[in-house]
């Protein structure tokens, strides 16, 4: 049926926005905050927009929580990062939510009638978050298996981890495939998953709305 095919594919093509996003990122000549405005101007338009803005939350996260974890550096700038790692990661998930919508959107119509009332325990939106973290994973494993100032020990046991990382992203985008499989025939029925997360709502923190009453 070519409307499920044209969901894997789109899928697939998904995974090498994250790759080729990732490479692009990295250059130093790119211009982040450029990038951020045009990424989240347009996310809401397709499926890919929506794929590269949550990717861009995890490449803004990952550097970010390589600020965090500095000794050298004053409290002040910690006390920044911790902010900033909050407001991505709660774009990162809300992105993750638009990601199943998007796809439970396009696959709803396409499911058997009947399906069963059986669920994955993560959704679709879910484990293209996984790949997109090991996307990063294999660019900076990468970056460390050929560090000219490293030793050869180090280098080598980099190289086994950028393998096994290679490897665990082609496993999981199988079975992404394998789940819509799934769903197509009827084995497992599709449905967002919703986190609701609280810590950075005023109403539903105690620390936050306690504070006007402190």
């Known amino acids: 049926m070519e409307e499920t095919g044209n969901i894997f594919k789109m899928l697939?093509?998904?995974?090498?926005?994250?790759?080729e996003l990732t490479e692009k990122?990295?250059?130093?000549?790119?211009?982040?905050g450029a990038e951020y405005e045009k990424i989240m101007a347009k996310h809401d338009n397709d499926l890919l927009d929506v794929i590269a803005a949550q990717h861009f939350m995890n490449y803004s996260l990952w550097h970010?929580?390589?600020?965090?974890?500095?000794?050298?550096?004053?409290?002040?700038v910690i006390a920044d990062c911790k902010h900033k790692i909050d407001a991505f990661n709660q774009k990162r998930n809300n992105l993750i939510e638009k990601i199943d919508e998007?796809?439970?959107?396009?696959?709803?119509?396409?499911?058997?009638?009947?399906?069963?009332?059986?669920?994955?325990?993560?959704?679709?939106?879910?484990?293209?978050?996984?790949?997109?973290?090991i996307a990063l994973k294999i660019y900076h494993m990468r970056e460390q298996a050929s560090r000219a100032d490293a030793s050869q020990e180090h280098r080598d046991r980099?190289?086994?981890?950028?393998?096994?990382?290679?490897?665990?992203?082609?496993?999981?985008k199988r079975s992404i495939f394998d789940l819509l499989d799934d769903y197509f025939v009827g084995r497992k029925a599709i449905k967002p998953y919703f986190q609701h997360k609280m810590y950075n709502d005023r109403s539903l923190n105690p620390e936050l709305y306690g504070a006007k009453a402190r």
């Open 158 to 172: 980099c190289a086994e981890k950028l393998s096994q990382l290679t490897e665990q992203r082609e496993r999981l």
């Open 64 to 76: 970010i929580e390589d600020t965090a974890r500095r000794l050298d550096v004053p409290p002040e």
């Open 25 to 32: 990122w990295h250059v130093k000549e790119c211009d982040m």
């Open 102 to 133: 998007a796809l439970t959107g396009a696959i709803a119509p396409l499911l058997p009638q009947g399906a069963q009332e059986k669920y994955n325990t993560e959704t679709l939106g879910m484990a293209i978050d996984r790949t997109s973290i």
């Open 12 to 19: 697939e093509h998904g995974f090498r926005v994250q790759e």
